[in-house]
C-alpha cells in the first residue's frame, strides 16, 4: 500500500516560515501529482498548490508569492515553503498524491498541524 509520511508542520509566528516534507513509499506509478491541501476549522478542504513530476505547479492565490512546491522525484518527496505566514494560514495541511486514467488513484497523508500565531 501506498503511504504519504508527513513532517515540519508546528507553531509559528506570523511572518516566519515552515518547511513541509512528505515522502511517499510503496508502489507508485512515477507519473504522478503530488500536492498539498489544507483545511482551517470551519472550513473545506483546499488545494493549496500542485506539482507534477515535470516541475509544473500551480498555487491557490491566497498563497502565490508565499508558498513554493518543489519535489525530488529520486525521494518521491513533495516540499512545501511556506514564507511570509498568516494567521490565516492556520490548517491542518494534507500531503496527496494523484495517478491514473482508468482508475483513479488518490492517496493522502495523515495531516501536520501549522499554527501561525500573530
Known amino acids: 500500500q501506498v503511504q504519504l509520511v508527513e513532517s515540519g508542520g508546528g507553531l509559528v509566528q506570523a511572518g516566519g516560515s515552515l518547511r513541509l516534507s512528505c515522502a511517499a513509499s510503496?508502489?507508485?506509478?512515477?507519473?504522478?501529482?503530488m500536492g498539498w491541501y489544507r483545511q482551517a476549522p470551519g472550513k473545506q478542504r483546499e488545494l493549496v498548490a500542485g506539482?507534477?513530476?515535470?516541475?509544473?505547479?500551480n498555487y491557490a492565490d491566497s498563497v502565490k508569492g508565499r508558498f513554493t512546491i518543489s519535489r525530488d522525484n529520486a525521494k518521491n518527496t513533495v516540499y512545501l515553503q511556506m514564507s511570509n505566514l498568516k494567521p490565516e494560514d492556520t490548517a491542518v495541511y494534507y500531503c496527496?498524491?494523484?495517478?491514473?486514467?482508468?482508475?483513479?488513484?488518490?492517496?493522502w497523508g495523515q495531516g501536520t498541524q501549522v499554527t501561525v500565531s500573530s
Open positions: 496527496n498524491l494523484a495517478y491514473g486514467s482508468i482508475t483513479r488513484y488518490n492517496y
Open positions: 510503496g508502489i507508485i506509478s512515477s507519473m504522478n501529482t
Open positions: 506539482i507534477t513530476r515535470g516541475g509544473s505547479t
